[in-house]
């Protein structure tokens, strides 16, 4: 089958949940399919890049800057798009779409987040059009309106709404619905949360390699992600400025590694003898490798979380909070530990640490239950009965 995957970032480096998300998909079809991705970017991409998706027939990047995107944003104060739907909107790449689909005899195309809407030419060709909406992100903006400044709060809720109107007019366009997680379809309009197909994400193989033991842990801690993300920062914060003072009241002082690309700059002011800020790696194995316990306590955001999967499949004891854990499902206090306050999460990370067969035990429990539940092959699989019309 001929299917064109669109995106709105070139899907490498993978230090972003949804470049992860699209390269793993992109991989698992074209072993059975003919694939061309179409996808924008922000400046142009190396030859080293583009071969890390040499598995596709083909690759066309639509360079658009920042100053066009800012150009672009002018529109929402005349429309009622989300900012992001304005920001990502390309003519050319619809006209780039259009053909490719017209020359290659494209039969499904593959979309990735509802910001491209307005850059596919439903009205013009006739294929078999899925979204892949990955989060609900209304409820991820509507959690940022109360954490938002007085100047940015109007456009804050602003885009909040705007968002849920959009997540339901362009469901219309599309034959197919896909998205990352129960709680996630929870919160879609109730009349596409029976339409809507749940693919979580996977882990990929190299994180269920038996990897060389590093001589010692370096770090008592890892959080990992995509640094410069607002709920990865918030998260962060909360790890350092509410439950790190709880731990050396306590009378210890772990040493911390934060780790992942674009840290923010409040983020990278921590950085101290005990606290590690790596920005961009290029194998965040090794980091995981060097820690005792991996620590996500997340405060926002919504879909399921790479980091937790990745870390519990290299057999790290993981702890995180209840929104952590629900799009993921684990069992709390077997597979991995789930904490609510902070000091609750001191006690977590106080208690592995005294214990490390009790960490050993959870450690093993969660890569067996990542194992079982997680892996692209079977998430990949159920895509493409998806978009070849097999379910």
């Not at 399919?33 to 890049?49: R, Y």
């Not at 006739?126 to 309106?145: A, C, E, N, P």
């Not at 996630?184 to 949360?193: N, S, T, Y």
């Not at 000091?343 to 969660?366: R, T, Y």
């Amino acid at each position: 089958m001929k299917i064109l995957v669109a995106l709105s970032r070139f899907p490498w480096p993978l230090e972003k949940g949804d470049k992860l998300r699209a390269w793993y998909q992109i991989q698992g079809l074209a072993q059975n399919h003919e694939v061309h991705l179409i996808c924008l970017s922000e400046h142009a991409v190396s030859a080293n890049d583009l071969a890390q998706l040499n598995f596709c027939a083909s690759v066309q990047v639509i360079q658009q800057g920042k100053l066009k995107a800012g150009w672009n944003l002018l529109g929402a104060f005349f429309n009622r798009l989300p900012f992001q739907v304005n920001y990502f909107r390309s003519q050319r790449m619809k006209d780039v779409i259009d053909a490719t689909i017209r020359r290659e005899k494209i039969e499904a195309c593959f979309v990735q987040l509802i910001r491209l809407g307005q850059n596919l030419p439903f009205e013009h060709v006739k294929v078999h059009w899925v979204l892949d909406y990955m989060d609900t992100f209304s409820i991820g903006m509507s959690q940022r309106i109360g954490e938002a400044s007085f100047l940015m709060r109007p456009f804050v809720k602003s885009e909040a709404k705007r968002l849920q109107a959009y997540e339901t007019k362009i469901a219309a366009q599309f034959d197919e619905l896909i998205i990352i997680s129960d709680r996630d379809a929870e919160g879609l309009a109730p009349l596409l949360r029976s339409e809507v197909h749940v693919i979580p994400n996977g882990v990929g193989e190299s994180f269920f390699e038996d990897l060389p033991q590093p001589d010692q842990r370096d770090f008592d801690l890892i959080f990992f992600g995509n640094m410069g993300y607002h709920p990865n920062v918030q998260s962060a914060k909360f790890l350092v400025e509410e439950v790190l003072p709880i731990l050396h009241a306590r009378g210890l002082k772990p040493k911390i590694c934060i780790a992942g690309a674009r840290p923010a700059s409040i983020i990278k002011s921590w950085e101290s003898p005990d606290i590690t800020v790596t920005g961009f790696v290029a194998d965040i194995r090794e980091y995981v490798l060097r820690s005792k316990i991996a620590v996500a306590p997340l405060v926002g955001g919504q879909g399921l979380q790479n980091k937790l999967l990745e870390s519990m499949a290299m057999t790290m004891p993981t702890i995180t909070s209840g929104l952590g854990n629900a799009g993921l499902g684990a069992k709390a206090g077997e597979d991995l530990l789930v904490c609510e306050d902070a000091n609750s999460f001191a006690d977590a990370i106080q208690d592995l640490l005294a214990h490390p067969e009790k960490a050993a035990a959870i450690a093993a429990n969660g890569r067996k239950f990542v194992e079982a539940n997680f892996r692209w092959k079977a998430m990949n699989t159920r895509l493409e009965a998806i978009l070849t019309n097999r379910r």
